[in-house]
Protein backbone atom coordinates (compact mmCIF):
# COMPACT_ATOMS: atom_id res chain seq x y z
CA UNK A 1 0.00 0.00 0.00
CA UNK A 2 2.66 2.29 1.10
CA UNK A 3 4.57 1.75 -2.13
CA UNK A 4 1.48 2.66 -4.52
CA UNK A 5 0.59 6.12 -2.45
CA UNK A 6 4.31 7.09 -2.74
CA UNK A 7 4.43 6.17 -6.30
CA UNK A 8 1.24 7.78 -7.43
CA UNK A 9 2.21 10.97 -5.47
CA UNK A 10 5.80 11.22 -5.82
CA UNK A 11 7.00 9.79 -9.13
CA UNK A 12 5.36 12.20 -10.97
CA UNK A 13 7.77 14.45 -9.12
CA UNK A 14 11.26 12.75 -10.15
CA UNK A 15 13.40 12.67 -12.96
CA UNK A 16 16.90 13.06 -14.32
CA UNK A 17 16.79 16.55 -12.90
CA UNK A 18 16.86 15.24 -9.55
CA UNK A 19 20.09 13.95 -7.48
CA UNK A 20 17.37 12.96 -4.40
CA UNK A 21 13.74 13.38 -3.56
CA UNK A 22 14.69 14.28 0.06
CA UNK A 23 11.51 15.37 2.82
CA UNK A 24 11.39 18.81 3.94
CA UNK A 25 9.80 20.28 7.07
CA UNK A 26 8.08 23.64 7.45
CA UNK A 27 9.98 25.49 10.62
CA UNK A 28 6.98 26.95 11.50
CA UNK A 29 3.54 26.48 13.08
CA UNK A 30 0.92 27.94 10.50
CA UNK A 31 -2.30 29.66 11.55
CA UNK A 32 -5.16 27.57 12.41
CA UNK A 33 -6.82 28.34 9.13
CA UNK A 34 -3.72 28.09 7.05
CA UNK A 35 -4.52 24.39 7.66
CA UNK A 36 -8.45 24.43 7.55
CA UNK A 37 -8.77 26.96 4.90
CA UNK A 38 -13.14 26.25 5.35
CA UNK A 39 -12.48 28.12 8.36
CA UNK A 40 -12.27 30.98 6.28
CA UNK A 41 -15.91 31.54 5.51
CA UNK A 42 -17.45 32.15 8.72
CA UNK A 43 -14.10 33.72 10.83
CA UNK A 44 -12.95 37.03 11.20
CA UNK A 45 -10.40 38.65 13.34
CA UNK A 46 -6.87 40.38 13.17
CA UNK A 47 -3.24 40.59 14.17
CA UNK A 48 -1.48 43.44 13.91
CA UNK A 49 1.76 42.53 15.24
CA UNK A 50 2.39 38.97 17.84
CA UNK A 51 5.89 38.22 18.93
CA UNK A 52 6.72 34.92 20.51
CA UNK A 53 10.06 33.15 21.74
CA UNK A 54 10.52 29.00 22.57
CA UNK A 55 13.25 27.14 24.34
CA UNK A 56 12.95 23.16 24.48
CA UNK A 57 15.17 20.40 25.35
CA UNK A 58 15.96 17.36 26.52
CA UNK A 59 18.63 17.29 29.51
CA UNK A 60 21.09 15.44 27.88
CA UNK A 61 20.79 17.88 24.67
CA UNK A 62 21.16 20.94 26.82
CA UNK A 63 24.04 19.23 28.51
CA UNK A 64 25.69 18.34 25.44
CA UNK A 65 26.06 21.85 24.12
CA UNK A 66 27.56 22.95 27.39
CA UNK A 67 29.84 20.04 28.07
CA UNK A 68 29.82 17.56 25.01
CA UNK A 69 32.92 15.81 26.81
CA UNK A 70 31.22 15.50 30.08
CA UNK A 71 27.98 14.10 28.41
CA UNK A 72 29.49 11.46 26.67
CA UNK A 73 31.16 9.92 29.64
CA UNK A 74 28.07 7.83 30.05
CA UNK A 75 28.75 6.38 26.32
CA UNK A 76 32.47 5.67 27.31
CA UNK A 77 30.97 3.87 30.51
CA UNK A 78 28.92 1.65 27.79
CA UNK A 79 31.77 1.15 25.48
CA UNK A 80 34.18 -0.26 28.48
CA UNK A 81 32.00 -2.45 29.93
CA UNK A 82 30.35 -3.57 27.03
CA UNK A 83 33.32 -4.68 25.16
CA UNK A 84 34.85 -6.12 28.38
CA UNK A 85 31.89 -8.49 28.57
CA UNK A 86 31.61 -9.31 24.76
CA UNK A 87 32.76 -12.96 23.47
CA UNK A 88 35.95 -14.17 22.11
CA UNK A 89 33.88 -14.41 18.77
CA UNK A 90 32.77 -11.26 18.93
CA UNK A 91 36.13 -8.89 20.05
CA UNK A 92 37.70 -10.84 17.52
CA UNK A 93 35.59 -10.72 14.40
CA UNK A 94 35.52 -6.23 15.54
CA UNK A 95 39.02 -5.88 16.12
CA UNK A 96 39.25 -3.62 13.73
CA UNK A 97 36.56 -1.58 14.47
CA UNK A 98 37.26 -1.39 17.79
CA UNK A 99 41.05 -0.50 16.98
CA UNK A 100 40.07 2.33 14.50
CA UNK A 101 37.87 3.81 17.08
CA UNK A 102 40.66 3.78 19.61
CA UNK A 103 43.77 4.77 17.03
CA UNK A 104 44.41 7.91 18.62
CA UNK A 105 46.01 5.66 21.98
CA UNK A 106 49.30 4.56 21.17
CA UNK A 107 48.68 1.42 23.94
CA UNK A 108 45.76 0.00 22.50
CA UNK A 109 47.06 -3.13 21.97
CA UNK A 110 48.13 -5.09 18.31
CA UNK A 111 46.04 -8.41 17.19
CA UNK A 112 46.97 -11.89 18.80
CA UNK A 113 47.68 -14.88 17.23
CA UNK A 114 44.40 -16.29 17.86
CA UNK A 115 41.04 -15.22 18.53
CA UNK A 116 41.37 -16.05 21.97
CA UNK A 117 44.40 -13.93 22.09
CA UNK A 118 42.61 -11.03 20.63
CA UNK A 119 39.88 -10.95 22.95
CA UNK A 120 42.37 -10.95 26.28
CA UNK A 121 44.56 -8.80 24.69
CA UNK A 122 40.66 -6.59 24.16
CA UNK A 123 39.50 -7.71 27.77
CA UNK A 124 42.84 -6.32 29.33
CA UNK A 125 42.60 -2.77 27.86
CA UNK A 126 38.94 -2.34 29.31
CA UNK A 127 38.93 -4.17 32.76
CA UNK A 128 38.68 -1.72 35.26
CA UNK A 129 41.93 0.31 36.24
CA UNK A 130 43.03 -1.02 32.77
CA UNK A 131 44.56 0.93 30.16
CA UNK A 132 40.82 2.42 28.68
CA UNK A 133 40.26 3.78 32.63
CA UNK A 134 43.86 5.76 32.30
CA UNK A 135 42.38 7.62 29.42
CA UNK A 136 41.41 10.97 30.18
CA UNK A 137 37.39 12.58 29.85
CA UNK A 138 38.39 13.94 26.15
CA UNK A 139 40.08 10.56 25.11
CA UNK A 140 37.20 8.41 26.31
CA UNK A 141 34.61 10.69 24.38
CA UNK A 142 36.73 10.43 20.91
CA UNK A 143 36.23 6.97 21.81
CA UNK A 144 32.62 6.66 22.49
CA UNK A 145 32.21 8.49 19.14
CA UNK A 146 34.93 6.42 16.98
CA UNK A 147 33.06 3.07 18.49
CA UNK A 148 29.47 4.50 16.97
CA UNK A 149 31.57 5.61 13.57
CA UNK A 150 33.24 2.37 13.25
CA UNK A 151 30.09 0.37 14.25
CA UNK A 152 32.29 -1.55 17.23
CA UNK A 153 29.06 -1.66 19.31
CA UNK A 154 25.31 -0.08 19.13
CA UNK A 155 24.16 2.20 21.96
CA UNK A 156 21.03 2.20 23.84
CA UNK A 157 18.84 5.59 22.22
CA UNK A 158 18.97 6.29 26.23
CA UNK A 159 22.78 7.24 26.04
CA UNK A 160 22.77 9.34 22.83
CA UNK A 161 19.53 11.08 23.14
CA UNK A 162 19.23 14.84 22.65
CA UNK A 163 17.29 17.45 21.18
CA UNK A 164 17.52 21.50 21.50
CA UNK A 165 15.31 23.86 19.91
CA UNK A 166 15.14 27.43 19.92
CA UNK A 167 13.20 29.65 17.48
CA UNK A 168 11.66 33.15 17.36
CA UNK A 169 8.67 34.32 15.47
CA UNK A 170 7.01 37.17 14.23
CA UNK A 171 4.11 37.99 12.43
CA UNK A 172 0.66 39.73 11.89
CA UNK A 173 -2.54 39.41 9.51
CA UNK A 174 -6.03 39.99 9.08
CA UNK A 175 -8.93 37.80 8.42
CA UNK A 176 -12.15 39.71 6.66
CA UNK A 177 -15.16 38.35 4.90
CA UNK A 178 -13.15 35.10 4.10
CA UNK A 179 -10.18 36.96 2.74
CA UNK A 180 -7.14 35.64 4.89
CA UNK A 181 -4.00 37.09 4.91
CA UNK A 182 -0.78 36.64 7.03
CA UNK A 183 3.36 37.65 6.89
CA UNK A 184 5.72 35.98 9.07
CA UNK A 185 9.53 35.70 10.11
CA UNK A 186 10.67 32.78 12.33
CA UNK A 187 14.39 32.58 13.37
CA UNK A 188 15.10 29.00 14.44
CA UNK A 189 17.58 26.06 15.89
CA UNK A 190 16.12 22.76 15.63
CA UNK A 191 18.21 20.04 17.42
CA UNK A 192 18.56 16.24 16.39
CA UNK A 193 17.02 13.99 18.23
CA UNK A 194 20.11 11.97 18.34
CA UNK A 195 23.10 13.62 19.29
CA UNK A 196 24.74 11.38 16.53
CA UNK A 197 22.10 10.48 13.94
CA UNK A 198 24.51 10.79 10.57
CA UNK A 199 26.42 7.66 12.41
CA UNK A 200 23.10 5.77 12.56
CA UNK A 201 20.46 3.84 10.07
CA UNK A 202 18.93 6.91 9.22
CA UNK A 203 21.32 8.51 8.20
CA UNK A 204 21.43 12.26 8.16
CA UNK A 205 17.53 12.43 7.87
CA UNK A 206 16.89 12.38 11.92
CA UNK A 207 13.54 12.11 12.32
CA UNK A 208 11.60 14.01 15.22
CA UNK A 209 7.42 14.35 14.94
CA UNK A 210 6.92 16.37 11.92
CA UNK A 211 11.12 17.17 11.57
CA UNK A 212 13.06 15.93 8.86
CA UNK A 213 16.53 17.31 8.96
CA UNK A 214 19.05 17.15 6.38
CA UNK A 215 21.61 17.85 9.24
CA UNK A 216 21.88 16.64 12.92
CA UNK A 217 21.41 20.56 13.82
CA UNK A 218 19.78 22.94 11.79
CA UNK A 219 19.28 26.66 11.86
CA UNK A 220 18.61 29.92 9.99
CA UNK A 221 15.20 31.66 9.10
CA UNK A 222 11.74 31.59 7.17
CA UNK A 223 10.18 34.43 6.04
CA UNK A 224 7.20 35.14 4.27
CA UNK A 225 3.33 34.87 3.99
CA UNK A 226 -0.20 33.13 4.02
CA UNK A 227 -3.18 34.19 1.96
CA UNK A 228 -6.58 31.92 1.91
CA UNK A 229 -10.32 32.33 0.65
CA UNK A 230 -12.95 30.57 2.00
CA UNK A 231 -16.95 30.34 1.11
CA UNK A 232 -20.02 28.91 1.53
CA UNK A 233 -21.23 26.17 -0.84
CA UNK A 234 -24.44 25.33 0.55
CA UNK A 235 -26.06 27.65 2.71
CA UNK A 236 -24.15 28.12 6.21
CA UNK A 237 -23.82 24.21 6.34
CA UNK A 238 -20.92 23.47 3.35
CA UNK A 239 -17.64 25.84 3.55
CA UNK A 240 -14.73 25.05 0.81
CA UNK A 241 -10.78 26.99 0.93
CA UNK A 242 -7.30 27.28 -0.04
CA UNK A 243 -4.79 28.40 1.40
CA UNK A 244 -0.43 29.02 -0.08
CA UNK A 245 2.05 30.03 1.94
CA UNK A 246 4.94 31.35 -0.26
CA UNK A 247 7.99 31.15 1.74
CA UNK A 248 11.88 31.97 1.40
CA UNK A 249 14.50 30.34 3.58
CA UNK A 250 17.93 30.60 4.33
CA UNK A 251 19.49 27.61 6.18
CA UNK A 252 22.35 26.01 7.36
CA UNK A 253 23.41 23.09 10.11
CA UNK A 254 26.31 21.10 11.76
CA UNK A 255 26.72 17.45 13.07
CA UNK A 256 27.28 17.31 16.67
CA UNK A 257 30.38 15.08 15.76
CA UNK A 258 31.98 18.39 14.19
CA UNK A 259 31.08 20.26 17.21
CA UNK A 260 32.65 17.64 19.24
CA UNK A 261 35.91 18.11 17.69
CA UNK A 262 35.43 21.88 17.46
CA UNK A 263 35.63 21.80 21.06
CA UNK A 264 38.21 19.05 21.58
CA UNK A 265 40.79 20.74 19.52
CA UNK A 266 40.02 24.31 20.23
CA UNK A 267 38.75 25.31 16.92
CA UNK A 268 35.06 26.09 17.65
CA UNK A 269 35.11 28.13 14.96
CA UNK A 270 35.98 25.61 11.92
CA UNK A 271 31.98 24.87 11.90
CA UNK A 272 31.52 27.98 9.93
CA UNK A 273 34.76 28.09 8.05
CA UNK A 274 33.48 24.52 6.49
CA UNK A 275 29.89 24.83 6.56
CA UNK A 276 27.57 25.22 3.63
CA UNK A 277 24.93 28.18 3.58
CA UNK A 278 21.16 27.03 1.71
CA UNK A 279 19.41 30.19 0.38
CA UNK A 280 16.00 28.81 -0.94
CA UNK A 281 12.08 29.50 -1.86
CA UNK A 282 9.19 27.56 -2.05
CA UNK A 283 5.26 27.74 -1.95
CA UNK A 284 2.99 25.01 0.16
CA UNK A 285 -0.67 25.01 -1.51
CA UNK A 286 -3.69 23.50 1.27
CA UNK A 287 -7.37 22.70 0.17
CA UNK A 288 -9.40 21.97 2.27
CA UNK A 289 -13.69 21.63 2.99
CA UNK A 290 -15.80 21.79 6.26
CA UNK A 291 -19.33 20.88 7.28
CA UNK A 292 -21.07 22.44 10.06
CA UNK A 293 -23.51 20.31 11.77
CA UNK A 294 -24.70 23.23 13.70
CA UNK A 295 -23.33 26.50 15.47
CA UNK A 296 -21.09 24.43 17.97
CA UNK A 297 -19.90 21.40 15.87
CA UNK A 298 -17.75 21.31 12.39
CA UNK A 299 -15.96 18.44 10.96
CA UNK A 300 -13.01 19.59 8.61
CA UNK A 301 -11.10 17.39 5.77
CA UNK A 302 -8.13 19.28 4.64
CA UNK A 303 -5.35 18.68 1.75
CA UNK A 304 -2.34 19.25 2.80
CA UNK A 305 0.71 20.54 1.07
CA UNK A 306 -0.58 19.78 -2.56
CA UNK A 307 1.93 21.03 -3.40
CA UNK A 308 4.84 21.88 -1.11
CA UNK A 309 8.04 22.53 -2.82
CA UNK A 310 11.32 23.50 -2.19
CA UNK A 311 14.79 25.05 -4.20
CA UNK A 312 17.62 25.99 -2.90
CA UNK A 313 21.06 27.84 -3.87
CA UNK A 314 24.01 27.12 -1.89
CA UNK A 315 27.68 28.74 -0.83
CA UNK A 316 30.15 27.35 0.90
CA UNK A 317 32.03 29.40 3.90
CA UNK A 318 35.56 28.93 2.15
CA UNK A 319 34.14 30.46 -0.74
CA UNK A 320 34.36 34.18 1.14
CA UNK A 321 38.07 33.03 0.80
CA UNK A 322 38.28 31.69 -3.02
CA UNK A 323 35.97 33.17 -5.81
CA UNK A 324 32.25 33.65 -4.09
CA UNK A 325 30.14 31.33 -6.29
CA UNK A 326 26.26 30.06 -5.77
CA UNK A 327 25.52 26.82 -6.47
CA UNK A 328 22.46 25.08 -7.24
CA UNK A 329 21.01 22.05 -5.51
CA UNK A 330 19.59 19.34 -7.48
CA UNK A 331 17.92 17.58 -5.20
CA UNK A 332 14.38 17.51 -5.02
CA UNK A 333 12.98 18.78 -1.86
CA UNK A 334 9.24 18.82 -0.19
CA UNK A 335 6.64 18.56 2.47
CA UNK A 336 4.85 15.14 1.65
CA UNK A 337 1.35 15.31 0.97
CA UNK A 338 -1.21 14.67 3.96
CA UNK A 339 -4.79 14.29 4.52
CA UNK A 340 -5.94 15.40 7.53
CA UNK A 341 -9.47 14.60 9.45
CA UNK A 342 -10.80 17.41 12.48
CA UNK A 343 -13.38 17.80 14.47
CA UNK A 344 -13.72 21.31 15.94
CA UNK A 345 -16.42 22.76 18.44
CA UNK A 346 -16.85 25.87 20.37
CA UNK A 347 -19.12 26.51 23.18
CA UNK A 348 -18.30 30.02 23.87
CA UNK A 349 -16.12 29.50 26.88
CA UNK A 350 -14.99 26.04 25.76
CA UNK A 351 -13.28 25.85 22.58
CA UNK A 352 -11.26 23.27 20.88
CA UNK A 353 -10.31 20.57 17.94
CA UNK A 354 -9.16 16.88 17.42
CA UNK A 355 -7.38 15.88 14.30
CA UNK A 356 -6.08 13.09 12.73
CA UNK A 357 -3.15 12.99 10.23
CA UNK A 358 0.13 12.48 9.03
CA UNK A 359 -0.58 8.70 8.01
CA UNK A 360 -0.47 9.31 4.79
CA UNK A 361 2.77 11.69 4.53
CA UNK A 362 4.82 9.41 7.08
CA UNK A 363 3.97 6.36 4.28
CA UNK A 364 6.00 8.31 2.07
CA UNK A 365 9.00 9.28 4.00
CA UNK A 366 9.34 5.30 5.16
CA UNK A 367 9.57 4.56 1.25
CA UNK A 368 12.11 7.07 0.72
CA UNK A 369 14.14 7.13 3.85
CA UNK A 370 15.48 3.47 4.70
CA UNK A 371 15.27 3.14 8.92
CA UNK A 372 12.68 5.23 9.49
CA UNK A 373 9.76 3.66 11.33
CA UNK A 374 6.29 4.63 11.25
CA UNK A 375 5.60 7.10 14.30
CA UNK A 376 2.27 6.32 15.83
CA UNK A 377 3.02 9.33 18.33
CA UNK A 378 2.04 11.73 15.56
CA UNK A 379 -1.12 10.44 14.07
CA UNK A 380 -3.25 12.64 16.93
CA UNK A 381 -3.90 16.11 18.21
CA UNK A 382 -5.92 18.16 20.38
CA UNK A 383 -6.23 21.43 21.54
CA UNK A 384 -8.67 22.99 23.83
CA UNK A 385 -9.50 26.29 25.41
CA UNK A 386 -11.26 27.08 28.20
CA UNK A 387 -11.78 31.10 29.28
CA UNK A 388 -12.06 31.54 33.00
CA UNK A 389 -13.59 34.49 32.93
CA UNK A 390 -13.16 37.89 30.25
CA UNK A 391 -9.21 38.61 30.74
CA UNK A 392 -7.66 34.85 31.06
CA UNK A 393 -8.09 31.79 28.72
CA UNK A 394 -6.25 28.53 30.19
CA UNK A 395 -5.06 25.56 27.09
CA UNK A 396 -3.79 22.22 26.62
CA UNK A 397 -2.81 20.57 23.91
CA UNK A 398 -0.83 17.45 22.20
CA UNK A 399 0.56 17.51 18.74
CA UNK A 400 3.48 15.71 18.04
CA UNK A 401 4.67 13.84 20.94
CA UNK A 402 4.48 17.16 23.17
CA UNK A 403 1.70 18.00 25.64
CA UNK A 404 1.24 21.47 26.61
CA UNK A 405 -0.22 23.54 29.06
CA UNK A 406 -0.42 27.58 28.13
CA UNK A 407 -2.30 30.68 29.93
CA UNK A 408 -3.41 33.84 27.97
CA UNK A 409 -3.98 37.02 30.03
CA UNK A 410 -4.52 40.19 27.61
CA UNK A 411 -2.07 39.67 25.04
CA UNK A 412 0.65 37.75 26.94
CA UNK A 413 1.05 33.96 26.90
CA UNK A 414 3.04 31.74 28.69
CA UNK A 415 3.02 27.89 27.71
CA UNK A 416 5.04 24.99 29.58
CA UNK A 417 5.23 21.85 27.49
CA UNK A 418 6.73 18.03 27.72
CA UNK A 419 7.25 15.42 25.70
CA UNK A 420 5.59 11.95 26.52
CA UNK A 421 8.32 9.76 25.12
CA UNK A 422 11.58 11.20 26.71
CA UNK A 423 12.19 13.33 29.67
CA UNK A 424 12.70 17.06 28.46
CA UNK A 425 10.66 20.22 28.25
CA UNK A 426 10.06 23.21 26.19
CA UNK A 427 9.02 27.19 27.35
CA UNK A 428 7.50 30.00 25.63
CA UNK A 429 5.90 33.28 25.78
CA UNK A 430 4.48 35.82 23.48
CA UNK A 431 3.06 39.15 23.17
CA UNK A 432 -0.12 39.77 20.73
CA UNK A 433 -0.38 43.53 19.96
Known amino acids: MKKIIALCLVAVLTSSLFAAVIPAPSVREQKSWVQHPGLLAYTEGETK ?136 VT ?11 QMTAKDKYALSGDGYYRYGNEFGLAAGGDIGYGTYLYEDKIAVGFSASPQIFFRSGFHNEDYLDGRLNGTPLSLLASNIFYLGAGID ?13 ALSLDFRHIPSLQTYWYFKAEDFVDAFEFHHDNN ?51 HVEYDLNDSLMLYLEYARRMLSFGVQTGGFTAELSTPLDRLGFAVSIGYEF
Open 49 to 184: FSIKAGFGSDYSGLRFMADPVGTLQKAASYLQSTLYNSSDQYLAEHYNSIANALSFDPGFPKAGNTDEETAYFIREYFKDGGRFDSLNDANKARAAVGALRYNAVTYPYSILRGGLTLDLAMEGGEVKNGLGWNWN
Open 285 to 297: LNLGALYRFNENI
Open 332 to 382: FYFEPFDITLTAIFDYGRVRGDFGIRNVIDQLIVEDLINGYSFDYWTLFQF
Open 187 to 197: FFFDGATSLFP
